[in-house]
């Protein structure tokens, strides 16, 4: 079956301007994280969902980030004004059950370039 | 901020070898992962120790746990051209150590398997 799907794969913003990542999670995965990956770095977690409740968002680095998942399945991450510093890969995993306790499969990640 | 440190940070050897890794992590943790990443296939699930194990074997994989030296260490064994990628350890805090929901991942270990 299909796996997680980002869109898009790579995006470019000029500094100030806002972007979305969407991302598709495994079809009926309840739970979906999102992560900020820097070069040379580990995976850095950004927020979780259960379903369409946002349970956990203690890794936004600013209130810039936003992360919605109204239906329960499709996610897009929201970043208001970007910074240099945003410039990154951002990384969707989703898992078949609840919380972190699981196996999480990754999508290919979105990696913005902010200039 | 990463939970895990690997250990090396790089490492070369010649295809057939073992190649071992070692993570140390540095609060409790409920479980351990660990992930690969390379270019074609993104960061892809190994296998997951659970807090109250002490090895698991996967295929060519052993994985090792020591909640009493916070360290985990990873084993490859018979290794080929196919396995050079970036590998980390992942620890989800969770309900017990009452962290975030998503994974804590270290930088990582660069393994370049020579032909």
């Known amino acids: 079956g299909a796996g997680v799907s980002q869109s898009p794969r790579y995006k470019v913003a000029k500094r100030g301007q806002d972007v979305a990542l969407r991302c598709d999670p495994i079809s009926g995965h309840v739970s979906l994280f999102w992560y900020q990956q820097a070069l040379g770095q580990g995976p850095e977690f950004l927020t979780y969902?259960?379903?369409?409740?946002?349970?956990?968002k203690s890794g936004l680095p600013s209130d810039r980030f936003f992360a919605e998942r109204p239906e329960g399945s499709v996610s897009t991450l929201k970043i208001q004004r970007t910074q240099q510093e945003d410039s990154a890969v951002y990384l969707c995993?989703?898992?078949?059950?609840?919380?972190?306790?699981?196996?999480?499969?990754f999508g290919p990640g979105t990696r913005l370039t902010v200039t | 901020s990463q939970q895990g440190e690997e250990d090396p940070q790089a490492l070369s050897i010649q295809e057939g070898e073992n190649a071992t890794m070692n993570c140390s992590y540095k609060?409790?943790?409920?479980?351990l992962q660990w992930y690969r990443q390379n270019s074609g296939r993104g960061l892809v699930h190994l296998i997951l120790?659970?807090?109250?194990?002490r090895e698991k074997h996967s295929g060519r994989l052993r994985v090792t746990l020591d909640t009493s030296k916070k360290s985990s260490s990873l084993l490859i064994t018979a290794s080929r051209a196919a396995d050079t990628a970036s590998y980390f350890c992942a620890g989800f805090e969770g309900y017990s150590g009452g962290g975030a929901d998503g994974l804590t991942f270290g930088k990582g270990t660069h393994l370049i398997i020579q032909p």
């Open positions: 120790i659970r807090s109250n194990e």
């Open positions: 609060t409790s943790i409920n479980n």
């Open positions: 995993a989703s898992s078949a059950r609840g919380g972190g306790i699981y196996e999480q499969y």
């Open positions: 969902f259960q379903n369409e409740a946002q349970l956990d």
